[in-house]
């Protein structure tokens, strides 16, 4: 079965109705959903999409939005990974190795390591660094 990270530009894109891509996003991922795809985040997305859409739209919707989220988490629609000690520590080494990019950030680092550990190599994100990592992820916008 098909497996897609949802990077915070995906929520974002999705619950922000004057974001620029929000038509074409909302429909890819209803199309996601229609093919039964796994549709994969992180709590530190999360809380990173929370943060942002709090400050740019109405809190209503974005507390509407998130509680869809947690609800379709409970009966397996959304697979929401903890970041874990183990996974932070291995963003922290991540981090470090790649010294050489400090554009990226912390979240983008424990995304990687959550899509390394589950086989993913889908992100829902016009975030080139999910490819400029090296580390074979496609962006899929």
Known sequence: ??????????????????????????????????????????????????????????????????????????????IIEKIDNVRWQKSWELSKKYKDKPHISFHDFSSFVVMKELGIKDALTADRRFEEIGMGFRKLF
């Open 1 to 78: 079965m098909r497996k897609v990270f949802f990077d915070t530009w995906g929520w974002v894109a999705i619950a922000h109705k004057n974001d620029s891509h929000n038509k074409e996003v909302t429909r890819f991922y209803n199309e996601l959903i229609l093919n039964k795809t796994r549709l994969v985040t992180s709590d530190y997305i999360l809380a990173e999409s929370i943060t942002l859409l709090r400050a740019r739209t109405e809190l209503t919707g974005v507390t509407n939005f998130f509680d869809t989220i947690l609800t379709a988490s409970k009966v397996g629609g959304i």
